[in-house]
Nanobody, 125 residues
Framework: QVQLVESGGGSVQAGDSLRLSCVASGRSFATYTMGWFRQAPGKEREFVAG????????YYGDSVKGRFTISRDNAKNTVYLQMNSLKPEDTAVYYC??????????????????WGQGTQVTVSS
């Protein structure tokens, strides 16, 4: 079993930046594809970004391309989401997720096996 713990959320103004972190338990982190999703009130959970276990391949949702950057540090069992130029529509609970059997970086929620509890990001105008 893998446990994922997110941190770094908060309340910011439009145009500000935040960096989310997700720390994973277990020794297999380095073999997992990792992803970030988000869910706003009354909306479906949405793919934000994903990164392959090597860190060499990344994939982004259209709404965050050019503003968000996903990265990972396998020595620290941690994946990051750097969020720049934040907009009010980025307001959501952000979830970290792990895909144990990935052959590619997926944007599908059903492909991810483990999930964190989420961290709230609120962007005001």
């Amino acid at each position: 079993q893998v446990q994922l713990v997110e941190s770094g959320g908060g309340s910011v103004q439009a145009g500000d930046s935040l960096r989310l972190s997700c720390v994973a338990s277990g020794r297999s982190f380095a073999t997992y594809t990792m992803g970030w999703f988000r869910q706003a009130p009354g909306k479906e959970r949405e793919f934000v970004a994903g990164i392959a276990w090597t860190g060499g391949s990344t994939y982004y949702g259209d709404s965050v391309k050019g503003r968000f950057t996903i990265s990972r540090d396998n020595a620290k069992n941690t994946v990051y989401l750097q969020m720049n130029s934040l907009k009010p529509e980025d307001t959501a609970v952000y979830y970290c997720a792990a895909d144990r059997f990935a052959t590619r970086v997926s944007g599908r929620r059903s492909d991810y096996d483990y999930w964190g509890q989420g961290t709230q990001v609120t962007v005001s105008s």
